[in-house]
């Protein structure tokens, strides 16, 4: 489809025509968004890595939608946060509607004489009045009146935030952020559309694993076990690594690493945390693949333990867009290599 055709689908409502159109737009700000329109309403869900620029999108977004002029839409309603964030960093609705915010002054009949000609002034005719020798009347200024429009937009920021506090006690204290809702609602339903979008947004990891001999000679690792865990992890598998290489140092003297390298009481921290949640193997080449796997930050796990030699991997892996990543374990990214002798 060619992107004039983009253009005018988007022109007419189309829901992944206005999406592609706008990342477009959004890209050059650093952001992305999906797009879902709910009876005379477009719900814009924008994420980036950092917090979307609120100012800057919504001008992005507005200057868009009002050259467009969609019949079909009255209003807009933007939800932004940075990825990972559990909530919406702000949101802001505005409508499509090209109003006036203060009607122009219409000048009333009463002020013109049966000529046709302005009248004077009611201060000139005070004045006259006094210029007469009769004391001119103090008029009390009138008080303005709000206009509508103000009245509308200080309801809708008390709406906001009503909306706000509810989503986030919803999303952070009950069900957590991807998990979907039970309430039979419009919004339940737009917020389970979104969070489904979210949740398709994954990448594959593959590569393969060999180790370099000081002969120069490689040796595919077949069967070696590879596992993907969060970021948040890897201090912890540090620190039993650092505690086991104490206490085999207090028990045993020997200089050589080899025998404080403790992979196995590793392999068990990874094995039994949540925060490792999936585990490949390599096959007969040497390769692996590890599919479906959601935007964020992970490690590549894994160990290598033969009777002449340990070692092991952790290699940070930033998922950050839906792109197949190559990551081959081999001696440059090891994390560390002890030889027996």
Not at 86 to 100: C, D, G, H, I, R
Not at 233 to 251: F, G, L, T
Not at 281 to 289: A, L
Request: charged share 20%; hydrophobic share 40%; aromatic share 10%.
């Amino acid at each position: 489809m060619g992107e004039k055709s983009i253009l005018e689908l988007a022109k007419l409502g189309n829901s992944n025509a206005l999406a592609e159109v706008m990342n477009q737009l959004l890209q050059p700000l650093g952001s992305s968004c999906t797009v879902k329109a709910i009876g005379d309403r477009l719900y814009v869900f924008v994420e980036s890595l950092q917090v979307p620029d609120q100012k800057a999108v919504v001008t992005t977004i507005r200057q868009a939608m009002m050259t467009w002029q969609l019949d079909s839409l009255k209003s807009v309603k933007i939800y932004a946060r940075k990825l990972e964030d559990q909530v919406a960093a702000w949101t802001q609705e505005f409508n499509l509607e090209q109003k006036s915010e203060t009607p122009l002054p219409t000048v009333s009949d009463s002020n013109f004489n049966s000529n046709g000609k302005e009248r004077a002034p009611v201060q000139n005719e005070l004045s006259s009045q006094g210029n007469n020798g009769s004391a001119p009347k103090k008029i009390a200024p009138k008080k303005p009146k709000k206009s509508s429009s103000h009245i509308w937009r200080n309801l809708e920021r008390i709406i906001v935030v009503f909306i706000t506090f509810m989503v986030t006690t919803v999303l952070w204290d009950r069900w957590g952020f991807f998990k979907p809702l039970n309430y039979p609602s419009e919004f339940s339903s737009l917020l389970n559309s979104w969070l489904s979008l979210v949740n398709q947004r994954t990448a594959t990891i593959s590569g393969g694993a060999w180790v370099t001999k000081e002969a120069g000679n490689s040796d595919i690792l077949r069967g070696l076990e590879i596992a993907l865990c969060k970021a948040s992890v890897k201090p912890e598998i540090k620190r039993v690594r650092d505690n086991k290489w104490r206490e085999s140092i207090y028990k045993n003297k020997t200089p050589i690493g080899y025998w404080h390298l403790n992979i196995e009481a590793m392999n068990a921290k990874v094995s039994s945390h949540t925060g490792c949640f999936q585990v490949v193997k390599t096959g007969i080449e040497g390769k692996y693949t590890i599919p479906n796997v959601p935007f964020g930050s992970y490690f590549l796990y894994a160990p290598y333990e033969t009777s002449v030699a340990k070692a092991y991997w952790m290699v940070p892996v930033e998922i950050e867009s839906t792109k197949p990543l190559q990551i081959d374990l081999d001696n440059s990214n090891m994390m560390e290599l002890y030889n027996r002798e």
